[in-house]
């Protein structure tokens, strides 16, 4: 995994810079994006500032609202910064900028890149970018259900795009994903000035191929309760071929630190708001782990006996909760990696889909080859856990198995990759939920991870499912569907 310092330097660094902060900035999906500069850049300068658009709103804000849904951590009761999020109380005036960001920041950025790279027969970069537009493309849609795709990006062409279903937007990207490896983009190397531009694999092109695969796989995943045969063929078609998947992480491993060149989520809710504890150890999360003596505490919490909060709790007083005043607070430094798949949730995927369409042959070795990696990934030694606790139940049922895998996932992806445990979640119901919002009432032993409803849950015992569409489509786009619950589930989802 290259190491990234995103100060690499100057003219490259200004010129993504202007591009990502500076010129698009004011632009939506909506908007026409005349600008000479944006038009005249190039796959060197338009692929990396699409990664850090990518990297900033997944690392960031999505990891807030990732973490807190996920239950890993919850919003203090001395503070009030995310208690819409805690509360599922959010509407349109929340999470516009990233929702923006993500269309007019990254997405223009990959489909310029893409158009300009096929124009030049670059089918190097037409790859990467054609990855992380898919990449970024279903977060939206993970998160929305439906959005412009079809016809995005076409500027004062059409100002206002139709939003496509979610199903086809994935069925229309794997074909681009596809499309992008039949070309052939090995034969030439990057030049070592280009290979700075590729801040996740310095223009390895072998785990460019992994991380489609891996990619497909996820998105095919997505997939078993929607679209079960086409979840299966595509599967199927994955190991039929032959394909590599990959072994390590993808993201951005490592923040300089200074202010603004920093891991985005510790920026946003640290640096940003001078204040390091607004987000207090979740009950949920910390009963799980001191259960089954995990050591992966340390990691996330910095120590073995962190304090908790009931998740939502955040209106208890003093007299009701004397302990929340010494809560301790998700451990967060600015330069920790920011991951968009990591090695641990390769191996995880491969388990599930081995359980799924080949009788569970291989899927015990993927998963404890997970299970290692996600360890390796915290930095604490996994000890006997692999074989005591988190056993992979080999004579057990399928959604036992099931369980074990999404519940290990979930253990994993705290402060690095969040909000994929909340999408993980709604595909397969793993971490199990009770309406209930006091987790001693259920949970026994707590030895099985288990959601509970929010103390302050404005939803009627409804979990939340999705995002509603923002101001800024819904005002500027007469084509915005119409409003619905984030009770409501997207299309994948069980």
């Not at 999020?85 to 990254?106: H, M, P, V």
């Not at 070309?183 to 785990?207: H, R, V």
């Not at 992806?413 to 994929?420: K, L, P, R, S, V």
């Not at 119901?429 to 302050?456: C, E, I, M, W």
Request: hydrophobic share 40%.
């Amino acid at each position: 995994m290259k190491k990234t310092n995103l100060k690499y330097t100057t003219l490259m660094l200004s010129a993504v810079l202007l591009l990502s902060f500076g010129c698009k900035k004011n632009l939506d999906v909506n908007t026409d994006p005349n600008n000479p500069l944006i038009e005249n850049a190039t796959p060197e300068v338009l692929f990396p500032s699409g990664v850090m658009s990518t990297a900033g709103t997944v690392g960031g804000q999505f990891t807030v609202i990732g973490g807190i849904w996920s239950q890993y951590f919850t919003q203090a009761n001395a503070s009030n910064q995310y208690k819409t999020i805690d509360s599922y109380n959010l509407t349109k005036i929340d999470y516009t900028r990233d929702y923006d960001e993500l269309f007019s920041g990254a997405l223009f950025d990959y489909n310029l890149a893409i158009q300009k790279a096929q124009a030049a027969g670059d089918w190097r970069y037409n790859l990467m970018a054609t990855v992380m537009k898919a990449y970024s493309f279903e977060v939206l849609v993970d998160l929305y259900d439906k959005v412009p795709y079809s016809e995005a990006f076409q500027g004062s062409a059409n100002l206002q795009p139709k939003f496509d279903d979610g199903d086809v937007i994935y069925t229309a990207l794997l074909a681009e994903i596809d499309a992008a490896l039949a070309k052939d983009y090995t034969s030439i190397p990057l030049s070592a000035t280009q290979q700075t531009t590729d801040f996740l694999f310095a223009g390895d092109m072998d785990l460019w191929t992994k991380f489609a695969n891996t990619l497909k796989l996820k998105m095919y995943l997505r997939m078993v309760n929607a679209k079960p045969a086409v979840a299966q063929a595509g599967i199927t078609a994955l190991y039929t071929s032959g394909a590599e998947f990959l072994t390590t992480n993808v993201g951005i491993a490592s923040w300089s630190g200074t202010p603004d060149n920093s891991n985005p989520f510790y920026e946003y809710n640290i640096r940003r708001s001078n204040v390091a504890t607004n987000l207090r150890a979740s009950r949920t999360f910390v009963d799980f782990l001191t259960a089954n003596n995990d050591p992966r505490l340390r990691t996330y919490f910095n120590t073995l006996a962190p304090v908790a909060m009931i998740q939502g709790d955040y209106s208890a007083t003093a007299a009701e909760q004397p302990t929340y005043a010494s809560a301790t607070a998700f451990y967060q430094t600015p330069t920790q990696s920011t991951w968009f798949i990591t090695a641990a949730e390769s191996y995880f995927m491969q388990a599930e889909a081995l359980e799924r369409y080949y009788g569970g042959a291989g899927a015990k070795a993927a998963y404890d080859t997970g299970l290692t990696a996600a360890f390796a990934q915290s930095g604490q030694a996994i000890g006997t856990l692999g074989t005591t606790a988190y056993a992979y139940p080999t004579a057990g049922t399928f959604e036992q198995k099931l369980e074990l895998i999404i519940t290990q996932k979930w253990a994993s992806f705290a402060g690095t990759h969040d909000i994929e445990a909340f999408f993980e979640q709604q595909r397969t119901g793993y971490p199990t939920t009770t309406v209930l919002a006091d987790a001693d009432k259920t949970r026994g032993a707590f030895t099985r991870a288990q959601f509970v409803f929010s103390k302050n849950g404005v939803t009627a015992g409804l979990f939340p499912r999705r995002l509603v569409w923002p101001a800024s489509a819904r005002d500027r786009n007469k084509n915005t569907p119409a409003e619905v619950p984030l009770t409501t589930k997207v299309w994948w989802a069980k």
